[in-house]
T-cell receptor
Framework: GNSVTQMEGPVTLSEEAFLTINCTYTATGYPSLFWYVQYPGEGLQLLLKATKADDKGSNKGFEATYRKETTSFHLEKGSVQVSDSAVYFCALNLNTGGFKTIFGAGTRLFVKA | DVKVTQSSRYLVKRTGEKVFLECVQDMDHENMFWYRQDPGLGLRLIYFSYDVKMKEKGDIPEGYSVSREKKERFSLILESASTNQTSMYLC?????????????FGEGSRLTVL
């Protein structure tokens, strides 16, 4: 079946550290891939997306590249800030055959000053 | 700006009570969704709707029902609340599936069932 696996948290980093949150997926067909972020007390919001292989999504200093050969979409940021503390969700959406978005379990990030 | 509004941020209910969670979107989106969010489990789809009066079961529909009488409004109903329905409930909307499938979320409704 279709699924998303992301690294377990929490991840704790110091400010200005490099961030990687791993995400791999299993899917039939050619999904679109997303990273959503949930700040404390809020709903999810789209952070970035990629719709086809080798696309790179980027936003607010975060990047992720759609790697079909490794079925991965790892999230990276070169220098994290305290304000990046949040829960990050990797997700896929199958563009044919349905509306469902499949989410990973989420990774909580704590950034210390 | 795109907006999905959930009527209640926090609710406390007793076992057996009927619970209504309301969601309104102002983007004229066809698709609307109800998810449940629990720690370690991510988001799980309860129900979704792709048009007025249309609904489809998601992955965990048991104990829930939905109503979509108007395009902008999608309601989640717990007919008889139970303690295992204590959770965060998230409403979302999206454009039709020919789009990339980006979801727009409300702020969530945290329900506690005693």
């Amino acid at each position: 079946g279709n699924s998303v696996t992301q690294m377990e948290g929490p991840v704790t980093l110091s400010e200005e550290a490099f961030l990687t949150i791993n995400c791999t997926y299993t899917a039939t067909g050619y999904p679109s891939l997303f990273w959503y972020v949930q700040y404390p007390g809020e709903g999810l919001q789209l952070l970035l997306k990629a719709t086809k292989a080798d696309d790179k999504g980027s936003n607010k200093g975060f990047e992720a590249t759609y790697r079909k050969e490794t079925t991965s979409f790892h999230l990276e940021k070169g220098s994290v800030q305290v304000s990046d503390s949040a829960v990050y969700f990797c997700a896929l959406n199958l563009n044919t055959g349905g509306f469902k978005t499949i989410f990973g379990a989420g990774t909580r990030l704590f950034v210390k000053a | 700006d795109v907006k999905v509004t959930q009527s209640s941020r926090y609710l406390v209910k007793r076992t057996g009570e009927k619970v209504f969670l309301e969601c309104v979107q102002d983007m004229d989106h066809e698709n609307m969704f109800w998810y449940r969010q629990d720690p370690g489990l991510g988001l799980r789809l309860i129900y979704f709707s792709y048009d007025v009066k249309m609904k489809e079961k998601g992955d965990i529909p048991e104990g829930y029902s939905v109503s979509r009488e108007k395009k902008e409004r999608f309601s989640l109903i717990l007919e008889s609340a139970s303690t295992n329905q204590t959770s965060m409930y998230l409403c979302a909307s999206s454009l039709p599936e020919r789009n990339t499938g980006e979801l727009f979320f409300g702020e969530g409704s945290r329900l506690t069932v005693l």
